[in-house]
């Protein structure tokens, strides 16, 4: 069994027939005849395993090969941060694109490099110093079968904290 981050799903066939052969692929239970040596599932399902098993023919034997299977992970989009802040106002990074990413992903936010659980797609706070670079680290990963693919997008702010007030004495 084989994964790998977007790597199509292909299996090929080595064969020492010197003959003309005829293919019959199987592919999760389906027969796919034809005459080629390798299939390509097309449009493959993330998550999805696929076990393909090919059955090879010339005009005097046939083979049967064993099954093998390959799973299919796909990488996560690259994340879009918008960051907002006015003098005196919360910080509030937001993950644009969240509709991009399956409840099953993975988000790990850090905040200058200390983990904070956003709030549905963004995270705000007032907590700041005047003058500091807040840097937002956001990572998405998608693990299937222990392999695990992911994608890491930052963005950055200087904090502005209003003046106070004067005082007369």
């Known amino acids: 069994s084989t994964s790998a981050c977007d ?9 020492n027939y010197n003959n003309s052969l005829n293919y019959t692929w199987n592919i999760n239970g389906n ?11 097309t449009n493959p399902v993330d998550g999805a395993t696929y076990e393909a098993s090919v059955s ?3 005009n005097c034997t046939s083979a049967v090969s064993s099954a093998v299977s390959q799973t299919y992970i796909k990488s996560p989009a690259e994340p879009q941060i918008s960051v907002s802040h006015r003098c005196g106002v919360p910080i509030v990074f937001k993950l644009d694109n969240k509709s991009d990413y399956p409840a099953n ?3 790990v936010w850090k905040i200058n490099g200390t983990t904070v659980t956003p709030n549905g797609g963004e995270y705000s706070f007032t907590n700041y110093s005047d003058g500091v670079t807040y ?3 956001l990572e998405i990963s998608n693990t299937v079968n222990g392999v695990t693919c ?7 702010i200087v ?7 004067p005082r007369v004495t």
Not at 159 to 165: D, L, R
Request: hydrophobic residues 30%; positive net charge.
């Open 7 to 15: 790597a199509p799903v292909v299996f090929t066939i080595t064969s």
């Open 31 to 41: 027969s796919y005849p034809g005459t080629s040596s390798s299939y390509t599932v």
């Open 56 to 58: 090879v023919t010339d």
């Open 105 to 107: 992903y993975t988000q």
């Open 135 to 137: 840097t937002l680290e």
């Open 150 to 156: 992911k994608k890491t997008a930052t963005n950055s």
């Open 159 to 165: 904090a502005k904290v209003p003046p106070t007030a």
